[in-house]
């Protein structure tokens, strides 16, 4: 059964850093592609950062960049997300997902396997 389990969320001041993990197990994901996205309440899911299969090609929406960080191990099956100068606006719930392809997408529907989320939560 393939799985996805996050870690690494919390509660964190603004300006502060937190780092995120995505462990999966069930199979192997080193040939797919895999991203954040996060969801606060009352809005939808959006994408925030994705990775290709390699980690050649990172793409990350353009409130983040140069904030966010999202890295790969694929010895671990393994992805991260480091967040870093945090603002209270990125508080969400954040899920990784993978992709049904060895590149990444903006679009949820070209991700198959979702993890259960972990919540970040800055304050100001």
């Known amino acids: 059964q393939v799985q996805l389990v996050e870690s690494g969320g919390g509660w964190v001041q603004a300006g502060g850093s937190l780092r995120l993990s995505c462990a999966a197990s069930?199979?192997?994901?080193?040939?797919?592609?895999m991203a954040w996205f996060r969801q606060a309440p009352g809005k939808e899911r959006e994408f925030v950062a994705a990775i290709s299969w390699n980690g050649g090609d990172t793409n990350y929406r353009g409130s983040v960049k140069g904030r966010f960080t999202i890295s790969r191990d694929n010895a671990k099956n393994t992805v991260y997300l480091q967040m870093n100068s945090l603002k209270p606006e990125d508080t969400a719930v954040y899920y990784c997902?993978?992709?049904?392809?060895?590149?990444?997408?903006?679009?949820?529907?070209?991700?198959?396997?979702w993890g259960q989320g972990t919540q970040v939560t800055v304050s100001s």
């Open positions: 997902a993978v992709s049904r392809s060895s590149t990444w997408s903006y679009t949820r529907a070209n991700y198959n396997y």
């Open positions: 069930g199979r192997t994901f080193s040939n797919y592609g």
